[in-house]
C-alpha cells in the first residue's frame, strides 16, 4: 500500500531534551512537508522540501530543524529551543512541490507532549 | 498574501438534514481549492479540489463544493448529513508556488 507513515504516534519529551519526529512516504514524491496543529487552530507550516538536501523554513521554523537525506524520509527535530512544542505534528507529501495544482496527502501525525 | 477564512468554528446539525459550511479566501490570482476532514487525532483526508472548469466539483462521501469567485468563496455542501461526517474540516488554498495556507477548521457535530 502507498502512503505516508508517521512515528510515534504519541510521544513524550521532558523539557530541555530534543526530539525527532519520522516520517516515511513511499508514493516517490519529490515535496515533502511538516505542519504543526493547536488545538482550534489549522495547520502551520513548519518546514518543506521539494528535492532531496534541500529545504525551506515555513512560517513557525524557529525551534525545529530537518533533514532531507534519501527521498523517502523528512524527520522532523524538536529542538529545546521550541518556546512551546506540545502539539500535534504532521507531515505530508506532495507529487512535485511546485504549483497550486499539487495535492498534498497526510501522514497520521504525531501528538508530542512536554512534561 | 494568501488567506482563508472559516467563520464557523462549530456547526451542529441532525442526521439527515442537510450542511454547509463555509470558506472565503482571499487570493490576488486564479486560486486553488481544498477541502479536507480530519477525525479525532488523525490526519488529513483529501474531500475534493478545485482548480478550473465546472465551478461546482464533486469529491468523496457525497460532498461537493461550489466554487463563486464574485465572492471569494468556496462553501462546502452535503444533502443528507450521516452521524459518521462528524468531525473537523479545512479549507485551504494555494497559490502558483505550490504552498498551501489552511482556515482554522469547522467543527461538525451531528445529531441522533
Known amino acids: 500500500d502507498g502512503g505516508i507513515t508517521q512515528s510515534p504516534k504519541y510521544l513524550f519529551r521532558k523539557e530541555g531534551q530534543n526530539v525527532t519526529l519520522s516520517c516515511e512516504q513511499n508514493l516517490n514524491h519529490d515535496a515533502m512537508y511538516w505542519y504543526r496543529q493547536d488545538p482550534g487552530q489549522g495547520l502551520r507550516l513548519i518546514y518543506y522540501?521539494?528535492?532531496?538536501?534541500?529545504?525551506q523554513k515555513g512560517d513557525i521554523a524557529e525551534g525545529y530543524s530537518v533533514s532531507r537525506e534519501k527521498k523517502e524520509s523528512f524527520p522532523l527535530t524538536v529542538t529545546s529551543a521550541q518556546k512551546n512544542p506540545t502539539a500535534f505534528y504532521l507531515c505530508?507529501?506532495?507529487?512535485?512541490?511546485?504549483?497550486?495544482?499539487?495535492?498534498?496527502?497526510f501522514g497520521p501525525g504525531t501528538r508530542l507532549t512536554v512534561l | 498574501a494568501q488567506s482563508v477564512t472559516q467563520p464557523d468554528i462549530h456547526i451542529t446539525v441532525s442526521e439527515g438534514a442537510s450542511l454547509e459550511l463555509r470558506c472565503n479566501y482571499s487570493y490576488g490570482a486564479t486560486p486553488y481549492l481544498f477541502w479536507y476532514v480530519q477525525s479525532p487525532g488523525q490526519g488529513l483526508q483529501l474531500l475534493l479540489k478545485y482548480f478550473s472548469g465546472d465551478t461546482l466539483v464533486q469529491g468523496i462521501k457525497g460532498f461537493e463544493a461550489e466554487f463563486k469567485r464574485s465572492q471569494s468563496s468556496f462553501n462546502l455542501r452535503k444533502p443528507s448529513v450521516h452521524w459518521s461526517d462528524a468531525a473537523e474540516y479545512f479549507c485551504?488554498?494555494?497559490?502558483?508556488?505550490?504552498?498551501?495556507?489552511f482556515g482554522d477548521g469547522t467543527t461538525l457535530t451531528v445529531k441522533p
Open positions: 485551504a488554498v494555494a497559490g502558483n508556488a505550490g504552498k498551501s495556507t
Open positions: 505530508a507529501s506532495s507529487m512535485k512541490g511546485t504549483g497550486g495544482t499539487d495535492t498534498q496527502y
Open positions: 522540501s521539494q528535492i532531496v538536501n534541500d529545504f
